[in-house]
C-alpha cells in the first residue's frame, strides 16, 4: 500500500504555487496547481484548526466562476444569505430547505444538515467504501443525501461503517467520521510544511511558498 508520503494529492499540495495572508487570527493560504486549479482555505492561526476550503470553478464560456465549499459553509446557502438572494434577481431554494456544511476536527470530519425536524430514529447513514461516500436516508423518505468524503477519496481510504457516528438536535443532524491514521498522517505532514510558510508572517504579509 502506498504511503502518505507517496500520494499524488501530497505531491501535488507540495508542487502548487502559494500565497499567505495573515489576518486576524487566521492564516489564509491560496493554491496554485500546476494544471491550473485554484484552491482556497483558511485555518486558525493557533491551534490549525481548518475553517475553509473552497475550490474556484470555472465557467467554461467567460464569467469569473464561482467558489464551491468543500469545508466550511457557503455565506450564500445559510438562510440569511439565501433570504438576501431571495430579494434580489436570483432564483433560490426556500431558507426552510435543508442545507449541508462541512467542518474539519482534529480526529473527525464533521457534517451539519440543517432543517430536518425529524426524530434522531428517522435517519440511517450508510458507508459506501467504495464510492468514498456516506449516504443519509429517511425512514419516512422525505430525505436522501450522498456526502463523498473528499479526503478518502484523495488517498484511497474506502469509506467505513464503524467510523461514522450522528446525533440529531435543534433540527440539526450532526454526523461525524473518525479520521484514519492515513488521513492524520497526511494533515500532519502538510501542517509542517504550512509552519515554514509561514515563518516570519506578520498581520497583512504575503509570502510565497
Known amino acids: 500500500m502506498a504511503t502518505v508520503a507517496d500520494s499524488s494529492w501530497l505531491r501535488s499540495v507540495k508542487e ?10 487566521r492564516v489564509k493560504v491560496n493554491f496554485i496547481f500546476k494544471d491550473g486549479r485554484e484552491l482556497s482555505e483558511e485555518y486558525k ?7 475553509v476550503r473552497k475550490w474556484k470553478v ?6 469569473a466562476g464561482h467558489w464551491e465549499y468543500e ?4 455565506p450564500l446557502s445559510s438562510a440569511i444569505g439565501r433570504s438576501a438572494l431571495a430579494t434580489s434577481e436570483h432564483l433560490v431554494e426556500s431558507s426552510a430547505t ?3 456544511a462541512r467542518r474539519d476536527l482534529p480526529k473527525s470530519f464533521e457534517w451539519r444538515i440543517r432543517n430536518l425536524p425529524y426524530p434522531v ?7 459506501e467504501p467504495e464510492a468514498y461516500a456516506i449516504v ?7 430525505y436522501f443525501k450522498r456526502i463523498t468524503i473528499t479526503d478518502l477519496q484523495r488517498l484511497g481510504c474506502p469509506a467505513e461503517q464503524g467510523s461514522v457516528s450522528f446525533v440529531h438536535a435543534n433540527n440539526t443532524l450532526i454526523i461525524a467520521y473518525k479520521k484514519p491514521q492515513k488521513v492524520l498522517d497526511l494533515q500532519k505532514s502538510l501542517f509542517a510544511d504550512m509552519k ?7 498581520d497583512g504579509n504575503i509570502t510565497f511558498g
Not at 492561526?45 to 475553517?51: G, I, N, P, V
Not at 469545508?71 to 457557503?74: A, L, M, P, S, W
Not at 430514529?121 to 458507508?127: E, F, K, L, R, V
Open 16 to 25: 502548487a504555487r502559494k500565497t499567505a495572508l495573515l489576518q486576524d487570527g
Open 45 to 51: 492561526k493557533d491551534t490549525q484548526e481548518l475553517l
Open 58 to 63: 470555472v465557467k467554461r464560456v467567460g464569467g
Open 71 to 74: 469545508v466550511g459553509e457557503d
Open 98 to 100: 435543508p442545507f449541508i
Open 121 to 127: 430514529d428517522t435517519y440511517t447513514i450508510t458507508a
Open 136 to 142: 443519509v436516508r429517511t425512514s419516512n423518505k422525505k
Open 196 to 202: 515554514q510558510l509561514l515563518k516570519g508572517l506578520k
